[in-house]
């Protein structure tokens, strides 16, 4: 179909992009970038925190190409509606990880980009933590163990923060005084922050609307994008709706932009070359206006 063949070509050249670009420069910031002279050139504690900022949100960033790659896959072998729904659970697995990438790199000032590495370390800390507390009723209950090794990660991080003047917070995997690890849904919102002239509200939307589609529901969002040509007794619109391939294009170009935005602020950070993300999002971007049609009434014209 042409809607398959052109959303692979567009989550293929991505690809494509970020693999030549990280062969040519070893995923590494070069030598004259703000990356460099942040975390790499140097072991100060400032600097560490930073350097520890940036391998985070390359980790993410990763995770949400690797994401994008697997829908690549399944269009590859999949030339019908039944494997339309998965797509979306990795569609929304590609938008979570660019969103914490975003997030961490976002910040022109390096002391933010540090704080924001470490509150994402103290997150992660915390769901292991919560994940500890369900061992406890476990045979061999490892929860004496494991809490003395988190708690031992735990004092490692004060000490770093310490370092940079910051504090822990006595009772929280947080800083004290500081905002925490944002929720899923704020990070996306943030993602999509400048699509918001087209599309209001265009974050907590597609975050809904991924989430209600991962799990076959009805979507208020998907009732905007496919028409409504069947109901229950209850006038509610069948979930059946989403094996739409014009509706999954639109969501995996909504998704494969949204992971861009995160990855150019990284090429902008490590000095890489711009100019060919810059043109792969142009294309993105234009792919994401045309579908601007589905939002019946909510696209603006810009």
Not at 59 to 71: C, F, N
Not at 77 to 85: A, G, H, I, K, P
Request: one cysteine or more; proline letters at 4%.
């Amino acid at each position: 179909m042409e809607e398959i063949a052109e959303l692979q070509a567009v989550l293929d050249g991505f690809q494509r992009n970020l693999d030549s670009q990280s062969r040519e420069y070893g995923w590494g910031p070069t030598a004259d970038s703000r990356a460099y002279r942040e975390g790499w050139d140097g072991d100060e504690p400032l600097q560490a925190i930073v350097r520890m900022s940036y391998e985070l949100a390359g980790i993410s960033l990763l995770s949400a190409t690797q994401h994008l790659a697997a829908i690549s896959r399944i269009l590859a072998t999949s030339q019908d509606d039944q494997l339309l729904y998965p797509i979306y659970t990795l569609a929304r697995g590609a938008i979570e990880a660019a969103a914490s990438a975003y997030w961490l790199l976002a910040p022109d000032e390096p002391g933010e980009r540090a704080r924001r590495g470490l509150a994402a370390r103290l997150k992660g800390l915390d769901h292991q933590m919560q994940a500890v507390g369900h061992l406890k009723d476990h045979p061999d209950d490892p929860t004496q163990a494991a809490t003395a090794h988190l708690a031992d990660r735990r004092t490692q991080v004060a000490q770093a923060a310490a370092a940079i003047g910051e504090e822990l917070h006595p009772s929280a995997f947080a800083l004290k005084g500081r905002a925490g690890y944002p929720r899923l849904r704020d990070l996306v919102t943030a993602l999509y922050r400048d699509y918001e002239q087209f599309f209001p509200n265009i974050g907590p939307l597609l975050y809904a609307f991924f989430s209600e589609r991962a799990h076959g529901y009805p979507s208020a969002l998907g009732g905007m994008l496919v028409p409504v040509t069947d109901a229950d007794e209850f006038g509610t619109q069948l979930a059946q709706a989403a094996a739409d391939i014009g509706e999954v294009a639109f969501a995996c170009n909504v998704a494969a932009t949204g992971v861009a935005v995160a990855a150019e602020r990284r090429v902008e950070l490590f000095g890489w070359n711009l100019t060919l993300w810059r043109q792969w999002r142009q294309h993105a971007n234009k792919k994401l206006l045309e579908a601007s049609g589905f939002f019946d009434g909510h696209a603006r014209d810009g």
